[in-house]
Structure formats: structure tokens, C-alpha cells
């Protein structure tokens, strides 16, 4: 199964109350409604082995294809949108495309 990966933290000016809010209300129900997206899975990372945690946050998003995601659902205005809000509540992210091995 196809994966995407989003990794990022929030921008100085956004709460991790005020994105949790937007998380629930708005962008996992969003998400979820695209036709290729099985499933949204958001995590907030609270400690690491390390020690360093580079990003605080982490989306994974199971895909029934990612050729439909990348090149019909994403190119819809209302996921056009929702990019627009969302890059402007984070910072620091990188975007990940991988398939399940186990």
C-alpha cells in the first residue's frame, strides 16, 4: 500500500491546542474524503531515544493510489486550499512518499 509521509512542526504563532482543533475539525475530515485516501493517521511526537525531536509532528495517509493522489486529488481546488491554510500553521516539513513492507 502506497504511503505518504509529512513530517514538520508548527509555526511559532500556532499552539498545539489551536492545531489539534484544526486537525479534527478541518483537515483529517478533508483528507479523508478524498477518493484515494484509505485512511489519515495524525501523531504528535512526545520524546525520542535521542533525545532530539527535529519535527513534532508526523501524518501518515494509506493511499489506494498514489498516482491518483498526486495527480487528481491534489490538483482539486479544495485540496488547493486546505495546502494554502496548512503552510501557513507550519513550518520546517518534508513530504514523503513510500509503500508498506510489512
Known sequence: MAKEIILYNLAKHVTDEQYKDYAIKEKGPLIESLPSV???ELFKITRSVSGEIPYKYM???DL???DDFLHKDTQSKK???FRAKWQT???NFDILFGEEVY
Open 59 to 61: 501524518g501518515i495517509v
Open 64 to 66: 489506494t493510489s498514489l
Open 79 to 81: 485540496y488547493q486550499d
Open 89 to 91: 500553521m507550519v513550518s
Open 38 to 40: 484509505k485512511k489519515f
